[in-house]
């Protein structure tokens, strides 16, 4: 009787023990270390923010939800290689918030391959737009409607003379396509367009040629240090251009990196900074409750991303699969974040479409 007393003590223990453990496990694979690591910090620490507060509230459906994730610097080939590892001998669900246009496009076969959902993409290139990459949940808004409003907006303020300077690689190439249809929208020519390496940036010859065109305003497209190199090498040469640059460079740390050179720059935004939205003034007291007082554009979109991927995995039902959290995915109608409304269907992963403008402020801010 006392053996069977034991035996059933024993197996209640262990049932505990399997639900207090139980977790939902989701890969990422990102920039930890390397050009874009002021960003993806950030960014990590907004997702983070929604996932702690969530566990904190018993997980979703009984489970906590855990982001494994892995430094892929990046460089394609490494992302390459955590994506594998994450999926085939992690098991990861689904995989979450990778950073880089390139990097992301090479892993689609991968994720085709298995079946396995890519939830917010850090990266707003039209391929993953249209046509529709079946397993790519996107939440930003795409490159080339931020770079479409940058270019109005100079238009609007009586600036004419633009030049471009993009990194060669799929999301220079995605983003400069948006700006020169801006210029064709008001009937203008760039002064100047210039590429420049993404793994060895140079701007020793870019940046003379750029200032000898005597632009109004240069549109930067690129990604952490590279700008930020680009940026101290233009003014170096002689140009007092007002520059621009995307969504993708939206943070505390990128400001930084720039120092007294990132006042007045304009930046492109994906998520509103106001406090009529539902969905600011939330990671925002969350931010405040971890003693963060400034939640830049990158942490907000973390949050918003890690948003969508927990509604999707509560859909999904207890004890989740890849198959079932796609589905679940592909049926999400009207999910209101906070006054941002977003929603998929097997004929479309957009997700939003909100895109804004911010200047960077004399304390580094991203100010409206």
């Known amino acids: 009787m006392r053996l069977t007393r034991l035996l059933a003590l024993a197996a209640t223990l262990l049932l505990w023990g399997t639900t207090l453990q139980a977790q939902i496990l989701i890969g990422q694979t990102v920039g930890v270390t390397g050009a874009v690591a002021a960003t993806v910090k950030?960014?990590?620490?907004?997702?983070?923010?929604?996932?702690?507060?969530?566990?904190?509230?018993?997980?979703?459906?009984?489970?906590?939800?855990?982001?494994?994730?892995?430094?892929?610097?990046?460089?394609?080939?490494?992302?390459?290689?955590?994506?594998?590892?994450?999926?085939?001998?992690?098991?990861?669900?689904a995989l979450f918030m990778t950073r880089g246009t390139p990097n992301t496009q090479g892993i689609i076969a991968l994720l085709d391959r298995h079946g396995v959902p890519l939830i917010a993409p850090s990266t707003g290139a039209m391929v993953f737009h249209?046509?529709?990459?079946?397993?790519?949940?996107?939440?930003?808004?795409?490159?080339?409607?931020?770079?479409?409003?940058?270019?109005?907006?100079?238009?609007?303020?009586?600036?004419?003379?633009i030049a471009l300077i993009h990194?060669?690689?799929?999301?220079?190439?995605?983003?400069?396509?948006?700006?020169?249809?801006?210029?064709?929208?008001?009937?203008?020519?760039?002064?100047?367009?210039?590429?420049?390496?993404?793994?060895?940036?140079?701007?020793?010859?870019?940046?003379?040629?750029?200032?000898?065109a005597d632009p109004q305003a240069v549109v930067m497209i690129g990604s952490g240090t590279a700008v930020v190199s680009a940026v101290q090498a233009v003014k170096a040469a002689g140009s007092g251009a007002q520059i621009v640059t995307l969504s993708n460079?939206?943070?505390?740390?990128?400001?930084?990196?720039?120092?007294?050179?990132?006042?007045?720059?304009i930046v492109s935004q994906v998520l509103p900074q106001s406090f009529r939205y539902a969905l600011v003034k939330e990671a925002t007291q969350l931010a405040n409750a971890q003693n963060i007082k400034d939640l830049s554009p990158a942490m907000l979109e973390g949050f918003a991303s890690a948003k969508v991927l927990v509604e999707g995995l509560r859909r999904s039902g207890a004890k989740p699969t890849r198959e079932r959290l796609q589905a679940a995915l592909e049926d999400m109608q009207g999910f209101d974040m906070g006054g941002l409304v977003i929603s998929y269907s097997p004929t479309d992963h957009t997700g939003l479409d909100f895109a804004d403008l911010s200047i960077i402020s004399a304390d580094g801010k991203f100010r409206r």
């Open 167 to 212: 990194v060669d690689d799929s999301f220079g190439s995605d983003g400069l396509q948006g700006a020169q249809r801006g210029l064709n929208d008001a009937k203008l020519k760039a002064v100047a367009v210039e590429k420049f390496d993404r793994s060895q940036p140079d701007f020793s010859a870019i940046a003379p040629r750029v200032a000898k």
């Open 249 to 265: 460079n939206a943070s505390s740390g990128f400001a930084k990196l720039l120092g007294e050179q990132a006042r007045g720059m």
């Open 42 to 93: 950030e960014s990590m620490a907004g997702a983070a923010l929604y996932i702690d507060a969530v566990n904190a509230k018993g997980g979703v459906n009984g489970e906590k939800v855990k982001i494994l994730t892995l430094d892929d610097k990046f460089d394609t080939q490494l992302t390459l290689t955590n994506a594998r590892q994450l999926i085939e001998e992690k098991a990861v669900l």
């Open 130 to 161: 249209q046509p529709v990459q079946r397993h790519i949940f996107n939440v930003r808004a795409p490159y080339q409607r931020e770079a479409e409003k940058a270019i109005a907006h100079l238009v609007s303020i009586g600036i004419t003379r």
